[in-house]
């Protein structure tokens, strides 16, 4: 009779054990991984309209390189960043931009003008001056962005 | 299904004889006091884990130090968490290292055949001080600065070799990037890996030896 209470609070003190022991892995577990994926959670940041420049630059029928300096914040540190698009237009009032990050593995694609084409260097994956997909590995045409005109003043919507 | 890995396990590993040695091992008649060390010990595992999730975001660069620290703090998912279990953790560690210490001056579980137990114990205190010195310094902040400012100025004191302890301890005359940097270094790298190799002997000589009863009138 003694002995078999023995066992029992034995038995008591061994779950108890465990499920404080699981308790306070649980507690510490489920924080950490709150607060290693947490910034993989956040959503890009938006930058509104991005002014280029004036459409005069745009060359009719020839994608025109443009860069603009845009600000980014990662974690504690604010960088200034420089993205690059390509703008074509084919009678001066419809524009089209394009990003020129390579649609295959983000390389950057550069027009080269002799062959009327985007060539990417990296896996020879090959545009069109539209974007659209030519030869090489790549999976989809260039990503576009919104364009506005105001003034004269190219824009496209950043994100 | 259990019992049968467990067996599997055990035929090849061997698990069950270190788990009985470990954790079902007899031990005499004692009272809470006797649990501070594995409070420590907790403490330390505490120190551990939020120590290694905090060097994620930490940046040991005088540019960057503080602003990461903040971004920790304020940005991250329970990084004020993380952060205040580190902080507060360590307090908690110098605290149940003395107490520890002091129930085992209080009872002399220091004396025969514990003598290197003890040994052990009092380079983990030093281990544990350094630590807390080390780590003071990481936010960057004014009382970190000023503190080991101090610090390194109270070492300085030390006769004939005091002029070369402080240059040694901030890798130059002056408290620069330099100084963090091998803080951070010694904080997460050179006193972790002492620490592991003291406990790890600290924990074999209990386990070997058997901790020590209360001494009784007649002892």
């Not at chain 1, 991984?33 to 630059?57: H, M, T, V």
């Amino acid at each position: 009779m003694d002995d078999k209470q023995q066992l029992k609070r034995r038995d008591f003190m061994s779950i108890a054990t465990w499920a404080i022991g699981i308790l306070i892995g649980a507690g510490m577990g489920l924080p950490a991984i709150a607060y290693i994926i947490g910034p993989a959670l956040r959503e890009d940041e938006a930058f509104g309209w991005i002014r280029l420049g004036s459409i005069s630059k745009v060359e009719l029928g020839i994608p025109t390189l443009f860069k603009a300096k845009i600000e980014r914040q990662t974690g504690w540190i604010v960088n200034e960043e420089e993205i690059t698009v390509y703008v074509l237009t084919e009678n001066g009032r419809d524009f089209i931009a394009m990003s020129n990050i390579c649609t295959h593995l983000g390389c950057r694609v550069r027009w080269i003008k002799d062959q009327d084409q985007f060539f990417c260097p990296c896996h020879n994956g090959v545009f069109n001056k539209a974007g659209g997909v030519v030869a090489g590995p790549v999976p989809r045409p260039l990503d576009r962005f919104e364009v506005k005109v105001e003034d004269d003043q190219l824009f496209i919507l950043g994100g | 299904m259990v019992t049968q890995i467990s067996e599997w396990l055990d035929e090849r590993l061997g698990w069950r004889s270190v788990w009985e040695t470990i954790f079902l091992r007899k031990v005499p008649k004692v009272n809470w006091s006797y649990t501070l060390g594995s409070a420590t010990l907790f403490a330390a595992v505490n120190q551990a884990v939020t120590g290694i999730l905090l060097t994620i975001y930490y940046v040991p660069s005088p540019d960057q130090a503080y602003a990461s620290v903040q971004y920790i703090t304020t940005q991250v998912p329970a990084g004020w968490l993380i952060r205040g279990l580190h902080h507060y953790g360590a307090s908690a560690m110098i605290l149940l290292t003395v107490l520890h210490m002091v129930r085992v001056i209080f009872y002399g579980s220091y004396k025969y055949p514990r003598e290197m137990t003890w040994f052990t114990g009092v380079g983990l205190l030093l281990i544990v001080f350094g630590f807390g010195f080390s780590g003071y310094l990481l936010p960057w902040d004014q009382k970190a600065f000023w503190a080991t400012t101090v610090g390194t100025r109270i070492a300085e004191v030390t006769p004939l070799v005091g002029d070369a302890i402080l240059r040694i301890m901030r890798g130059g005359k002056e408290l620069t990037a330099i100084t963090l940097a091998r803080f951070f270094g010694v904080h997460v790298w050179f006193l972790p890996a002492t620490l592991i190799i003291l406990i790890g002997i600290h924990l074999y000589l209990v386990i070997r030896i058997g901790i020590s009863s209360v001494p009784t009138r007649e002892e």
